[in-house]
Nanobody, 121 residues
Framework: VQLQASGGGLVQPGGSLRLSCAAS????????MGWYRQVSGKERELVAA???????NYADSVKGRFTISRDNAKNTVYLQMTSLNAEDTAVYYC????????????????WGKGTQVTVSS
C-alpha cells in the first residue's frame, strides 16, 4: 500500500494551493482520510479529516480557509488551501485508514511522504 501526495510548493501570502493524495495497492476499502502538518520541532497536528461518508472536520486554525474532499472512485483525498499565511508553512502529510485482509479484516493507518508547503513573499 502506498499513499502518494503531491501539490506542495512555494506560495505568496494570500495565495492558494491544492494538495492531492492517492492511495494505491491492495486493500479492501478506505475509512477516514486526512491531512496533518508538522513544523520542525513541533508535534504533527491534524489539519482536516474526512470520513468515508464525506463528513469533514477541521482544525480551528484552518476553518473557512481549507476544504477537504475525497474521490472514492480514485481513492484520493484533496486539500484545497486558500488565504494561506506564514503560519501554514509546514510539511503536510496525508493519512488514510485502510481496511485490509482476506478472511479477517482489520484497519491499518498509513502515512504518505510529506509535501512541503511554504508561504512566503
Amino acid at each position: 500500500v502506498q499513499l502518494q501526495a503531491s501539490g506542495g510548493g512555494l506560495v505568496q501570502p494570500g495565495g492558494s494551493l491544492r494538495l492531492s493524495c492517492a492511495a494505491s495497492g491492495s486493500f479492501v476499502s478506505i475509512n477516514a482520510m486526512g491531512w496533518y502538518r508538522q513544523v520542525s520541532g513541533k508535534e504533527r497536528e491534524l489539519v482536516a479529516a474526512i470520513g468515508s461518508g464525506g463528513s469533514p472536520n477541521y482544525a480551528d486554525s484552518v476553518k473557512g480557509r481549507f476544504t477537504i474532499s475525497r474521490d472514492n472512485a480514485k481513492n484520493t483525498v484533496y486539500l484545497q488551501m486558500t488565504s494561506l499565511n506564514a503560519e501554514d508553512t509546514a510539511v503536510y502529510y496525508c493519512n488514510a485508514e485502510l481496511v485490509v485482509g482476506t478472511t479477517y479484516y482489520y484497519v491499518l493507518s498509513y502515512w504518505g511522504k510529506g509535501t512541503q508547503v511554504t508561504v512566503s513573499s
